[in-house]
């Protein structure tokens, strides 16, 4: 099995409960499993028209897909949670960013891993570091802690606000279980 790191975002809906399906449905597309999510945070939507804020978390799920693989399973949970364009900047459903797989390195014309900008923004570096701090990125030479150190130190302002208290160690509860299994049954993924 591989290690999975992905961000979340999600600023149109039910924010929290977006993130969430999502999570658990690609781990359940991927046979794989839920490690760990990351504290919830509101974060202020920058170089877009004005548009909600987003609810961001990190995750870690144990996987055995392929990259490609993986892509694909990422956007047929985007498309199963409402998702319709990829790329633009209107408000959406659900966003999956692929931000490490191992420690492998992806750079095709359809997917980059690590993923390219994931050291510039706090949005993902906050959430990331409290679920995987010591994490080294393959190809920068850092760790999430100094990533993210040096993001608050280049004095660019993000508004980011932490809405959770901890990071949740994640067990195949009744009620995340029931959450998935209604999402699933109201969209005839069963």
Request: charged share 25%; glycine share 6%; aromatic share 6%.
């Amino acid at each position: 099995m591989s290690r999975l790191l992905l961000s979340l975002g999600s600023n149109k809906g039910s924010r929290v409960f977006n993130c969430i399906v999502a999570v658990h449905r690609l781990a359940h597309l991927c046979m794989g499993e839920v490690v760990k999510i990351s504290p919830f945070y509101l974060t202020e939507p920058v170089g877009v028209p004005p548009q909600p804020w987003f609810i961001n978390c990190t995750a870690e799920l144990s996987i055995g897909l392929s990259p490609r693989e993986l892509l694909r399973a990422c956007q047929q949970v985007e498309a199963e949670l409402g998702r319709t364009t990829k790329g633009d900047s209107s408000p959406r459903t659900i966003d999956i960013d692929i931000l490490f797989y191992d420690q492998r390195v992806v750079d095709t014309s359809f997917l980059q891993i690590p993923h390219p900008r994931l050291h510039k923004r706090r949005f993902v570096l906050l959430p990331l570091y409290q679920i995987a701090p010591d994490y080294p990125h393959p190809t920068l030479g850092k760790r999430v802690s100094d990533l993210l150190k040096d993001r608050e130190e280049d004095g660019v302002e993000e508004e980011v606000i932490r809405i959770s208290t901890s990071v949740c160690q994640v067990v195949e509860s009744s009620a995340i279980r029931g959450i998935v299994e209604e999402f699933d049954g109201l969209n005839g993924l069963k």
